[in-house]
Every structure is written in C-alpha cells, then in structure tokens.
C-alpha cells in the first residue's frame, strides 16, 4: 500500500527566509507525486507534480519539488518566502493507473513571521 | 473555465439528519472524487467514480453514506442519518484521464457541522 509522511507538523520561518518541506513516500513503484497548498478556509490548490523525467520540478508560486528515489523523498522548496505563502502543504502521492485516488500525508502548517 | 463547484459551503444539521452535499466537475473531466478532512484522520478517500460509474468505494465509512453521480456533471454524497463524527470538510475533486496526466482539482469544500 501507498503511504506518505511529512514528518514536520508545523514550521516557522521568518519573511525572506529559505524553506524546505519534507516527504517521504513509499510506493512499489514509480509514483506520481503531487504538492498542494491549502489556505485557511479554502480549497486545495495545486502546487507541482512530478511524472517522470527531469527531478527537479518547478511550479507555481516560486515553489520547486526534488524527487530523490534513493531517499524516497519529494521536498519542497522555496528560496525566499512571502507572508501569503502561510499555509497548510500537502504532499500526496498516485498511481500511474489502476487506483487512482491520492494517498496523503499528513500536512505541514507553515506559519512566517514578518 | 470554472473550477469544481461545490454546495453548499458550510452545513450545520442536527443529529439524525439527512444531509446532501452536491457537486460539479470540471467540464470534460471523467473521473471524479470525494475526499473527507479531520484534525483526526487527515484527507481520506471515501469514493471515487470514472464515466459515472463507481469504481472504488472501500474507503466509505459505513451504510449512512452514500454516493451518486447520474451524469458527467453532477454528483452527491449524502449522509443518512448523521452524527457529529461525520463533523468534517468534505472535498469533490475531479480529473481527466489520458496522456500521463492525472491531476486532480479540487473544489473549495464543504463544511459540515453535525450538532
């Protein structure tokens, strides 16, 4: 079975500062990998995803993913973080076919201070 | 083009109610998914459908739920009597198949309070 940890429930960091967001995956094979962001009262909103192909994988909102097979990891990435990109992020991970529902982790809340 | 729609936004019904909750895909997407959030157990899966048919409903919790899709616009899930557990957000999702795409949007949810 498919499964995904985010091992940090919540992060601070402050305006300006790098971030990085951890997950780990498992999965039998190779997995679609999804990130998504969640405002307070709001909808998923989707971030990146990853297929195959090139690992570093760039997407909206100056975020960036790295899928690193030999850790089973899917990290998010941001170089410089803004005070709207306080939220709730969640990594998922899918099947190519087969069962196509989203297994998710459980969540990192990120909180910036100014 | 519209995202996913949902509705209502927020529900608050008393024990013992029937409770519907409506949703509608984005335009040429084929599957379509209900997904429940808890502080509890996170974002689940309760069921999922393809062409309006289900295909996998193993992760809805017991015979008060039930899910219906009639056309490739519109479906429901409905919660027949309803407890304060079932106190949750509850997200439809929707995606097309084909390529190597399988991105699925989600709509903005909704909130159901169960007194």
């Known amino acids: 079975a498919q499964s995904v940890t985010q091992p940090d429930i919540h992060i601070t960091v402050s305006e300006g500062a790098s971030l990085e967001l951890r997950c780990n995956y498992s999965?039998?094979?190779?997995?679609?990998l999804f990130w998504y962001v969640q405002s307070p009262g709001q909808g998923l909103q989707l971030l990146l995803k990853?297929?195959?192909?090139?690992?570093l994988v760039q997407g909206i909102k100056g975020f960036e993913a790295e899928f690193k097979r030999s850790q089973s990891s899917f990290n998010l990435r941001k170089p410089s973080v803004h005070w709207s990109d306080a939220a709730e992020y969640f990594c998922?991970?899918?099947?190519?076919?087969?069962?196509?529902?989203?297994?998710f982790g459980s969540g990192t809340r990120l909180q910036v201070q100014p | 083009d519209a995202g996913v729609i949902q509705s209502p936004r927020h529900e608050v019904t008393e024990m013992g109610q029937e409770v519907t909750l409506r949703c509608k895909p984005i335009?040429?997407?084929?599957?379509l998914f209900w997904y429940r959030q808890t502080m509890m157990r996170g974002l689940e899966l309760l069921i999922y459908?393809?062409?309006?048919?289900?295909?996998?409903d193993s992760g809805m919790p017991e015979d008060r739920f039930s899910a219906k899709m009639p056309n490739a616009s519109f479906s429901t899930l409905k919660i027949q009597p309803s407890e304060p557990r079932d106190s949750a957000v509850y997200f439809c999702?929707?995606?097309?198949?084909?390529?190597?795409?399988?991105?699925?949007?989600f709509g903005p949810g909704t909130r159901l309070t169960v007194l």
């Open positions: 999702a929707s995606s097309r198949s084909g390529g190597r795409t399988d991105t699925q949007y």
């Open positions: 999965y039998g094979a190779t997995p679609y």
């Open positions: 990853y297929f195959s192909g090139d690992t």
């Open positions: 998922a991970v899918g099947a190519a076919a087969g069962r196509r529902a989203l297994t």
């Open positions: 335009s040429g997407h084929d599957y």
């Open positions: 459908f393809n062409n309006n048919v289900p295909i996998d």
